[in-house]
């Protein structure tokens, strides 16, 4: 994979042309549903402006009867993730096999049809944005997405304030929902946190890892050694991955436990990075006992 070649295909082409849809008026009144196929308004380069591949989405989403005949972009369309992001770009013009689509009322039939239709789409998901993907804490159940049709594949590229960047690879099926920019937004904070407190870059433990962005950007940071631990097994699958993608060779270990059950001696350093709302307090108590430092994303 070269990222770089990656990041140079989000930009349009000079003779990319925008164009924008009225958001909250119906999509039937705004353009010609006869027209509007796998070509309209393609550039020469291939990308078709956002909006556009949008609508094409949201016309097979009417004429299938999942959305009201007056279904407009705003209140109507599925949630669109892209398949490779950079923190730094939010395209406007899409190219093909490139979008992931989530909707709770999508079927196989209409997954197969937007596949085979709309050029741009590579994978459709069945499911609720407002759910959880993945496994919150130890009580809770490992929740998936429904993959209907295609690959969930994603790939997110965060630039960091140490002038690098760090990539995730995720399948998004299985993996909390995260753009690049809000990751990037918790690696400044814990920049952050280590340029302005005294903390000995010896020991760190990445609590909850996730797909393992933290602990990798310690490990950039110069820590000597991270501890990285998540209850989910699937995201220790995922987190091997990464490592392996950053190139991190340093000293690590890898846990697949509750953080409050985990057994590790005295760190310099703990960073807890829990999903929305959930109650963290053992897991603090947890941090402060064996943390010098505790760092709460």
Known sequence: MDIDDKINALEPCENCEDIQIKKFSPLKDLIDFELLDGDYMRCECG????????????????ESGIVKQEATLRRNSPVPLSNFYYSSLNPQ????????????????????KLIEEVP?????????????????????????????AGDDTQVNVM?????????????????HI???????????????YLNN?????????????????LGIYLFKYGFEKVIFNDINPEMIDALKRNLEINEIDGD????????????IGAVDLCVIDAFPGMDIEEIVQKAERIADNVVII
């Open 93 to 112: 013009f899409i190219s093909e096999k490139s979008l992931i689509l989530l909707h709770p009322d999508f079927t196989k039939e209409i997954a197969l």
């Open 178 to 192: 995260e753009v690049a920019t809000t990751t990037e937004q918790k690696l400044v904070q814990l920049h952050n």
């Open 47 to 62: 990308k078709r402006p956002l909006d556009i591949v949008m609508s094409h989405i949201l016309k097979i989403m009417i």
């Open 120 to 148: 741009e789409v590579e994978c459709v998901l069945k499911g609720s944005p407002q759910s959880i993907v993945g496994q919150a804490d130890k009580n809770s159940k490992i929740n998936h997405f429904e993959i209907l």
């Open 252 to 263: 690590c270990e890898v846990f697949n436990e509750s953080f409050e059950e985990l057994d």
């Open 197 to 213: 407190n005294d903390v000995k870059k010896g020991v760190a433990v990445d609590a909850m890892c996730g797909l393992g962005a």
């Open 159 to 175: 630039r960091t304030l140490l002038k690098d960047k760090i990539v995730l690879v995720k399948n998004q099926s299985k993996h």
